[in-house]
């Protein structure tokens, strides 16, 4: 028999930030491997961009809803309506995030504080909240299993300075993720975190053009490249499939092996 365990027809996979960036990267390899796609962004002319380009690659059906996860009662509502109109909820993988610094930490101010606690850290408790929340009911019928996905970051886990506000909330979102792997496991749910290294998207884009930035910061990469949206395919895939149905609770490095550096 053929071992195929990356085709994902009859799954439904959810994820938070899916119109654009890691999120789309993620979203365009599930759909290409036959799942059912759900993605949610704040933009609803952008959502419909990325249901058109997702549309074309697999067999599976695409939606998208406008949500924005620091609102409970939208991700509420919005993870009711993706179980109504799919049936059930095999992944969710909570990637939406925002990112804001500053100069440096003596000067940050509650406000930056809080715009980074509320996506990445209250969206995503919301959101794991609530997909877990159906998982779990589905299993307590009888059909347990399914796949909880974190988008943290290396700043989770290293040095990030001028950056204090937005590592706490991926160092939280890390440990949140493996508690949740080591309280839901009894269903057979999986949680996992998944800790990006410098990815050209919209949040790196001052960056992406800065001679100095390159030169010191992308240099030090081994694999020599800026990562990109697309590199994070494989690993959503993976989480999402039933080859990943005994690997809970860790955290997986995308980085081009930086961080070993």
């Not at 979203?27 to 290409?32: H, K, R, T, V, Y």
């Not at 993720?177 to 410098?198: F, K, V």
């Amino acid at each position: 028999m053929t071992y195929a365990p990356f085709n994902l027809s009859g799954k439904v996979c959810l994820v938070t930030g899916g119109n654009r960036g890691i999120g789309l990267g993620m979203a365009e390899a599930l759909a290409a491997s036959n799942a059912d796609v759900a993605i949610w962004g704040r933009n609803a002319e952008v959502n419909k961009e990325a249901v058109a380009k997702l549309e074309k690659l697999g067999t599976g059906k695409v939606f998208a809803w406008s949500v924005d996860v620091g609102e409970e009662d939208q991700v509420v509502k919005g993870m009711a309506e993706v179980e109504e109109h799919f049936g059930r909820i095999d992944t969710c993988i909570a990637n939406a995030g925002v990112g804001r610094g500053a100069a440096n930490f003596e000067e940050m101010t509650i406000e930056t504080w809080r715009y980074n606690q509320r996506i990445n850290s209250e969206g995503a408790f919301f959101t794991l909240r609530e997909a877990g929340k159906s998982m779990v009911k589905r299993a307590k019928a009888g059909d347990p299993g399914g796949s909880l996905v974190g988008t943290a970051s290396l700043a989770g886990i290293e040095g990030a300075g001028r950056n204090e506000a937005y590592a706490h909330t991926k160092g939280g979102l890390i440990a949140m993720m493996n508690a949740i792997a080591t309280e839901y496991g009894r269903y057979r749910i999986r949680a996992n975190s998944i800790l990006p290294g410098w990815i050209a998207t919209d949040m790196t884009d001052a960056a992406q053009g800065n001679d100095t930035f390159t030169s010191k910061v992308i240099s030090r990469v081994p694999i020599r490249r800026w990562g990109e949206p697309e590199d994070f395919g494989g690993i959503a895939v993976y989480l999402a499939s039933d080859a990943s149905s005994y690997h809970s609770g860790t955290t997986l490095i995308v980085d081009g092996a930086y961080s070993k550096f």
